[in-house]
């Protein structure tokens, strides 16, 4: 699972069950790891160090969706690799950097042609902003963390983007790349990230998928039909080891969002039903299988 700020309920809740754990660094507290080694050891020691390992960690997150494009994150450019680069000097001084990986997660907006997934590149203040991250990734043996989200892909572009393309339903007439042929958007979405990271130089760093998932009800497209089809289309596919065209063979690790719907979000009404639990903790879709 995945939570986004070391909450010391959460981690003390978390002790003991064996459930592997993404911990994000907020962005918020970014500029302070990033000017202060001595910040850093210690928000490794209080957050990870003092649950390690009843808690098992298995990466950090150090921050989400900066985006040098994007008025309110934009602020936090100058800080995510210095942070990331401070707190992977923590873990590999505590040894274990072999175990728990860090990283950061950012998300399709800053890559440029995504479509076909061949031509998906970062450019222009993204790969400025990227470049040096995918460097710093490939030296240190850490994955990239990103968000996909055929949801906003399909009701971005309603016209060019069919309905049952994004809920891995359609059956034919599927897009070809090269050799590639692209049954579902979410691998065309994926293959489109690693081809942006391929050009900046990580042709080896492998990409996790820290978020995808489907609202309910508040937009285009949004039922609890679309989304449950959506999730369990996505778990049957991630974890069937067939992988992507441009990467077969390989289960994705990937992290649905969100456990809960969150009713007193702000922004798009959608965004508040992207939950597989109800705010009662009620399940939305019945029984999903992850076996």
Known sequence: ??????????????????????????????????????????????????????????????????????????????????????????????????????????????????????????????????????????????????????????????QNVPLPYALFTQTGDFPQDGQNQYKNLFDAMLDAAYSAVEKAGGANVEIVVSESGWPSEGGNDASVENAGTYYRNLIDHVKGGSGTPKRPGKAIETYLFAMFDENEKTGLESEKYFGIFSPNKQPKYGQLSFN
């Open 1 to 158: 699972m995945r939570i986004y700020d070391p909450n010391p309920e959460a981690l003390q809740a978390l002790q003991g069950s064996g459930i592997e754990l993404m911990l994000d660094v907020p962005n918020n507290d970014l500029e302070g790891l990033a000017n202060d080694a001595a910040a850093a050891s210690k928000w490794v020691q209080d957050n990870i160090l003092n649950y390690n390992p009843d808690v098992k960690f298995r990466i950090i997150a150090v921050g989400n969706e900066v985006d040098p494009n994007n008025s309110a994150t934009a602020r936090f450019i100058p800080f995510v690799l210095d942070a990331m680069s401070k707190i992977y000097d923590a873990i590999a001084s505590a040894g274990l950097k072999d175990q728990i990986k860090v990283s950061t997660a950012t998300y399709s907006a800053l890559v440029s042609n995504p479509y076909p997934p061949s031509e998906g590149s970062f450019n222009g203040e993204s790969g400025s902003f990227m470049g040096p991250i995918i460097n710093f990734l490939k030296n240190t043996n850490n994955p990239l963390l990103f968000n996909i989200y055929p949801y906003f892909a399909r009701t971005g572009d309603p």
